[in-house]
């Protein structure tokens, strides 16, 4: 794999000034949500994971606070975590001549000015805080939560896929919707807010289920052997990728399965004998993925056209050059990048694009594929430091990939938390629990109590003066 180029961003949640609200602001904080699978949610809820891997169903989350202001505009912002890198990248690491691993899986939190709603097509209302809880929120995120939170990792290791062990995993994952319960648990949990949804959004969890904890074993990459290990484990891993690649590029039907039977070999050196299942599923992604792949060829012309559509065309010929020459992953979403910007300069809308390049980016769940397969296998993630270590996982029990139902996502915000009540509709309806009314919202200056207070003075004098002209007049009586 060649060296990557991390994507910079301009619009970092770090660098976001503290919008300047009115200190009675009540805002609104939602739970955002932008599709970017290719079927309704609810159709493939508790299909098999093949099935929801090659007709991916996913949602990007974030958060979004609308500012309500009396006398004022409302204010708005938006913010989520993405990968720095998305792709390959989030599972594969970088590996130089040394055999030194370097990981480009950054995890970015940034913010929008508005709530775009071209874009987050869901919106749920969370609940409802102060400016000064606001305030608190954006500090927290910076201070403790972004520094906690470096690395984008989809994958959770848990005992099994009892929502108990959901909730509470070996390895946590840091993903998008993590960020977001992360923020509606600190506003809940450190600011005592009261979570006012009725229907609890979808919450994501992609996890391996590795039975007893003893299955899992940290490694040392001090130890030559074990870093030995880590190194051709995920050399194996890119060879996969270009060999699957090979096979898709193949000019003839000997070439096709000269590349089948490189990959067999490949799969075998990195997983061991794996199951018919597991080959048949492997072999139904790649089927699907040389489909879509040839699908994205045929829409690229070489006829007349703009100068920009000519240097798109001398882009692609160059990538596909390389891709050629080293059938890497990394060069296999450059050229996914030239045919997007060909498609971009030739008037194709970014909807038709993101559909026609959608199926052939989902190439990048192979990873998560072969990983269902494996018994043993290398993990990289968080330990319970928030440190990023490599594990040694044996006797993998497969990858559990779901949209947690509704029944379990109200109690999200019950597992990982402690200290206050749980205090939405739903906890409150069903334990006779009282929900905090309007807690943390709009806030009162001191001068306003004090207002507060002379009235209910004057109201209680002018209460005392009236008695006591009624108790005179009824003496004179």
Not at 19 to 31: F, G, K, Q, R, T
Not at 411 to 440: A, C, F, H, P, W
Request: charged share 20%; glycine share 6%.
């Amino acid at each position: 794999m060649e060296k990557p180029k991390v994507k910079k961003y301009d619009n970092l949640f770090q660098n976001m000034k503290k919008p300047s609200l009115s200190y009675d602001a009540m805002i609104e904080v939602y739970y955002l949500e932008a599709p970017l699978g290719l079927l309704p949610q609810k159709l493939v809820r508790g299909k098999a994971i093949t099935e929801k891997l090659v007709t991916p169903n996913a949602y990007h989350t974030g958060v979004g606070f609308r500012a309500v202001q009396r006398g004022k505009d409302d204010l708005e912002f938006a913010c989520d975590l993405v990968a720095a890198t998305f792709g390959p990248l989030i599972f594969l690491p970088y590996i130089d001549d040394s055999g030194n691993l370097q990981w480009f899986n950054q995890a970015v939190v940034t913010y929008y000015p508005i709530i775009d709603r071209t874009y987050w097509s869901k919106s749920t209302l969370i609940c409802k805080i102060s400016r000064d809880v606001l305030y608190d929120a954006i500090d927290w995120v910076r201070n403790v939560y972004i520094p906690n939170n470096p690395a984008y990792v989809m994958i959770s290791t848990t005992k099994n896929s009892s929502p108990e062990s959901l909730y509470n995993p070996y390895n946590r994952s840091c993903i998008c919707d993590d960020f977001c319960y992360g923020v509606f648990g600190y506003l809940q949990d450190k600011k005592g807010v009261a979570i006012q949804y009725v229907t609890v959004p979808d919450y994501t969890v992609i996890a391996l289920t590795v039975g007893n904890q003893s299955n899992i074993e940290q490694m040392d990459l001090n130890d030559p052997e074990q870093k030995k290990m880590v190194v051709g484990f995920y050399k194996s891993i890119e060879s996969i990728f270009g060999d699957v690649v090979a096979y898709v590029m193949a000019g003839s039907p000997d070439a096709r399965q000269q590349a089948l039977q490189q990959l067999m070999a490949d799969l075998k050196v990195v997983a061991g004998e794996i199951s018919a299942e597991v080959k048949d599923k492997i072999m139904n992604l790649v089927d699907k993925f040389d489909v879509d792949f040839k699908k994205i060829l045929s829409q690229i012309q070489t006829g007349p056209g703009g100068d920009e559509k000519a240097q798109d065309i001398q882009a692609i010929n160059a990538a596909w050059t390389a891709l050629g020459q080293k059938k890497s992953a990394a060069n296999f979403y450059a050229l996914l990048k030239t045919i997007g910007d060909y498609l971009k300069d030739s008037g194709v809308t970014k909807a038709e694009i993101d559909a026609l390049l959608g199926d052939a980016n989902q190439f990048k769940y192979l990873i998560p594929t072969l990983m269902s397969g494996f018994k043993n296998l290398i993990y990289y993630g968080y330990d319970k430091g928030n440190q990023m270590q490599y594990f040694l996982i044996k006797g993998n029990k497969g990858l559990y990939v779901n949209y947690i139902e509704t029944d379990l996502t109200r109690d999200r915000l019950v597992y990982n938390l402690e200290g206050n009540l749980v205090s939405d509709v739903y906890t409150v309806k069903n334990n006779d629990q009282k929900l905090i009314s309007n807690y943390n919202c709009a806030k009162m200056n001191s001068w306003l109590y004090l207002l507060i207070i002379v009235l209910l003075v004057l109201a209680v004098l002018f209460l005392i003066l009236w008695l006591t002209k009624k108790t005179k007049k009824k003496a004179l009586m």
